[in-house]
Nanobody, 115 residues
Framework: QVQLVESGGGLVQPGGSLRLSCAAS????????MGWYRQAPGKERELVAD???????YYADSVKGRFTISTDNAKNTVYLQMNSLKPEDTAVYYC?????????WGQGTQVTVSS
C-alpha cells in the first residue's frame, strides 16, 4: 500500500510560478512511475506530466516548456515545477503513482491562476 500527500497549491497571478510536491509513503520503491493529473471544473481529469522509474518523462502539449516534473528518490517525492502559469491552468492537481498491480491517487491540491 502506498499513500500520496500533495502540497504546494495556492493562488497565483498569471505569469507566476508554483511548485507542487507529492510525498509517497508505504512502499514507494515498488512504484514504476509517478505523475500529475489535473481536473478543471466541468472537464475530464487529464494527464499533465509523468516520469518513469528510469527517468523517461511525458508532458501534455498544453504545459510543455512551462512545467517540469522531477523526483527526489531520497525523499520519495515527486515535484511539478509550474512556470508561466495561465488562467487555464486553474484546476485541482492530483498526484498519481503506478505500481506493478495498483494505481494510487493523492487527495488533490487546488491551483488557481487569477488576477
Amino acid at each position: 500500500q502506498v499513500q500520496l500527500v500533495e502540497s504546494g497549491g495556492g493562488l497565483v497571478q498569471p505569469g507566476g510560478s508554483l511548485r507542487l510536491s507529492c510525498a509517497a509513503s508505504g512502499s514507494p520503491l515498488s512504484l514504476n512511475a509517478m505523475g500529475w493529473y489535473r481536473q478543471a471544473p466541468g472537464k475530464e481529469r487529464e494527464l499533465v506530466a509523468d516520469i518513469t522509474r528510469i527517468g523517461v518523462t511525458y508532458y501534455a502539449d498544453s504545459v510543455k516548456g512551462r512545467f517540469t516534473i522531477s523526483t527526489d528518490n531520497a525523499k520519495n517525492t515527486v515535484y511539478l515545477q509550474m512556470n508561466s502559469l495561465k488562467p487555464e491552468d486553474t484546476a485541482v492537481y492530483y498526484c498519481n503513482a503506478a505500481g506493478p498491480y495498483s494505481v494510487y491517487w493523492g487527495q488533490g491540491t487546488q491551483v488557481t491562476v487569477s488576477s
